[in-house]
């Protein structure tokens, strides 16, 4: 996710929720802010926070289109979106679909 970015925004807050629906079912999320970091008030993922957090390195430039998900299993990407926050219902497909 990017602060300031507005699908970012708006998902944030959704995919929280999701987070604590999930709970227990093997599944686990990550938030990872892209360059440049906001501070303070600002940031888009409160400290309060359970779902984990990270930030990419910005020692590199990256163009990408915000916001991005990707669903992985075992280290294998089955599904990934950019541009657009997939709602909960697209993620438990991609994520639980044989």
């Not at 990707?70 to 599904?79: A, F, H, S």
């Amino acid at each position: 996710y990017h602060n300031d970015c507005p699908d970012c925004r708006a998902a944030v807050p959704e995919y929280e929720k999701m987070y604590d629906d999930l709970k227990g079912n093997n599944v686990e999320m990550a938030f990872i802010e892209m360059p440049p970091y906001e501070q303070g008030e600002k940031k888009l993922i409160p400290e309060s926070s359970k779902v984990n957090r990270g930030q990419l390195n910005d020692a590199k430039k990256r163009l990408v289109e915000t916001p991005v998900v990707v669903i992985l299993r075992d280290g294998v990407v089955l599904k990934s979106w950019v541009g657009y926050a997939p709602n909960f219902d697209e993620i438990i497909e991609a994520a639980f679909a044989e």
